[in-house]
């Protein structure tokens, strides 16, 4: 097999605000798999948060490609998993990159991929948005921290686009603007379900002050409110909190999922902070019917980037897989979403394909 690297910058609509930092854009590398005259691809995004930068991912992207030059196929390298100990991001690159080109080796979507090694035949659709088949969901589309009147407008236009769930951000200095955001947005979108995430901007006292507000103002879910650090603080607010609560930077790796497992409503799992598609359907097995739901979230990305999400977004109770739908030039199509339902492709492998290309490097 045969790997090769392209870096391109993914430049967002606008700026987007949440309680620790604001983006207005992200490397993207992605990662080409070539077998037989067949390629599969992945991609890796940076993220300051996660201490991935553009050089540190183009250079565990390089290894991984050249290790996958020892197995003879996709098939074989899919099995043993990427060699050494590189960031789960990585990790979910090749894995993508691999799951492509074997669906398309097979003539099969990933998801056909996926359902065979959890060994489930009927997927079920707690929070799909269709019947059994090709996976799909209504996902939600982010609003940043913006003025309450110009989080009210785009809820609106949320909203008459076909959006149901609108996920806010908030950890603003003072607590009554956030208040007032998420008035103005069920104000405005009084149909949309709403899921809050302050990005662990709140301490205890201030949680246990602020999830009964919004509560009233028919919230449906808060992820992570306190400061990554202390599950037993998060453990300890999701029994007493009138709302759902959804650990997101708290609940990285199987083990903190697994101590979190019936204490918290919920897991955001990340695929790129997870380790790709395998490590999130592990982690969905350890949590059915512990109480605590599975979302699937992601970090602002491409098409190619959501789309081995998308693969599983059926077995998600909360989907939040819009990253794409944040940027100002997708370069990549195939999972849709602009009418608030992301689909996956019954197309051999990840079933996208690209609209533009950057800069490459062959690895």
């Known amino acids: 097999m045969k790997a090769t690297l392209r870096t391109v910058r993914l430049a967002l609509a606008e700026p987007l605000r949440i309680s620790r930092s604001t983006m207005s854009a992200r490397d993207a590398v992605w990662l080409t798999v070539e077998h037989e005259g067949l390629t599969g691809n992945g991609e890796a995004v940076t993220s300051v948060y996660y201490g991935l930068n553009t050089t540190e991912l183009e250079r565990q992207l390089y290894e991984a490609g050249l290790a996958l030059g020892r197995f003879g196929d996709p098939e074989s390298a899919l099995r043993e998993g990427p060699a050494g100990d590189r960031?789960?991001?990585?990790?979910?690159?090749?894995e993508a990159a691999l799951l492509d080109l074997c669906g398309k080796q097979s003539g099969v979507p990933v998801h056909r991929l996926l359902d065979a090694k959890s060994a489930r035949t009927t997927p079920s659709t707690p929070g799909g948005a269709s019947a059994p088949g090709a996976?799909?969901?209504?996902?939600?589309?982010?609003?940043?921290?913006?003025?309450?009147?110009?989080?009210?407008?785009q809820a609106r236009s949320?909203?008459?686009s076909g959006f149901t769930v609108i996920k806010v951000k908030a950890g603003t200095p003072d607590p009554e603007d956030d208040l007032a955001r998420i008035r103005?947005?069920?104000s405005a979108a009084?149909?949309?379900?709403?899921?809050?995430?302050?990005n662990g901007a709140w301490t205890s006292a201030e949680a246990l002050q602020l999830l009964p507000r919004y509560a009233e103002l028919g919230v449906e879910a808060v992820e992570q409110p306190l400061a990554p650090g202390d599950p037993e603080a998060l453990a300890w607010l999701a029994e007493r909190s009138p709302l759902p609560l959804i650990a997101d930077e708290d609940a990285v790796t199987y083990e903190d999922v697994r101590r979190l497992a019936g204490r918290v409503h919920g897991v955001n799992v990340k695929l790129a902070k997870c380790g790709g598609p395998y490590a999130a359907l592990r982690i969905a097995e350890l949590i059915e019917g512990s109480g605590t739901g599975l979302m699937l979230g992601c970090l602002t990305a491409s098409t190619l980037g959501l789309a081995p999400a998308v693969h599983l977004a059926d077995r998600a109770r909360w989907a939040d897989l819009d990253g794409h739908l944040l940027l100002a030039d997708d370069p990549w199509?195939?999972?849709?979403?602009?009418?608030?339902?992301?689909?996956?492709?019954?197309?051999?492998?990840?079933?996208?394909?690209?609209r533009q290309v950057g800069r490459e490097d062959a690895a």
């Open 87 to 94: 960031p789960p991001a990585v990790t979910a690159a090749v």
């Open 184 to 186: 103005a947005i069920a």
């Open 158 to 160: 949320l909203a008459d």
């Open 333 to 354: 199509t195939g999972i849709g979403g602009a009418d608030g339902v992301v689909r996956a492709s019954d197309l051999p492998g990840l079933g996208v394909r690209e």
């Open 190 to 198: 009084p149909r949309a379900r709403l899921l809050l995430d302050p």
């Open 135 to 153: 996976p799909s969901a209504r996902t939600a589309r982010t609003i940043g921290i913006v003025p309450a009147e110009r989080a009210a407008a």
